[in-house]
């Protein structure tokens, strides 16, 4: 099983950036879908934007928008969640999850439950926004 660490949380003020990275304890290979999820306390884990590693077609959450982007490099392992503008309510846990996939290349709609899809997870990073 694939292992992977998160880091790059840490706390900002609104309006501001953070780069998140998830690094893989080895090459989690091109038909694997990669995704980044928040959780804050008393609210269900939220997925926000995945990527399939075999042709790099992302799609996003609604509640991001534009302001969040993901990307991977498959030389160094790495997913990554560019985050912009942040806001006070994307105060919450960050983590991300892998899934590989059989029999299909796109990965799932980011819609209620589907962190249920992901069978790898990292420990998480916090991500603090002021206002």
């Known amino acids: 099983q694939v292992q992977l660490m998160e880091s790059g949380g840490g706390s900002v003020q609104a309006g501001g950036s953070l780069t998140l990275s998830c690094v893989a304890s080895?090459?989690?290979?091109?038909?694997?879908?990669m995704a980044w999820f928040r959780q804050s306390p008393g609210k269900t884990r939220e997925g926000l934007a995945a990527?399939?590693?075999?042709?790099?077609?992302?799609h996003y959450a609604g509640s991001v928008g534009v302001r969040f982007t993901i990307s991977h490099d498959s030389a160094k392992n790495t997913l990554y969640l560019q985050m912009n503008s942040l806001k006070p309510e994307d105060t919450a846990m960050y983590y991300c999850?892998?899934?590989?996939?059989?029999?299909?290349?796109?990965?799932?709609?980011?819609?209620?439950?589907?962190?249920?899809?992901?069978?790898?997870w990292g420990q998480g990073t916090q991500v603090t926004v002021s206002s």
């Open positions: 990527i399939y590693r075999g042709d790099d077609s992302a």
């Open positions: 080895t090459d989690p290979g091109s038909s694997t879908c």
């Open positions: 999850a892998s899934k590989r996939l059989v029999g299909s290349r796109r990965c799932p709609p980011l819609s209620s439950g589907v962190d249920n899809f992901f069978d790898n």
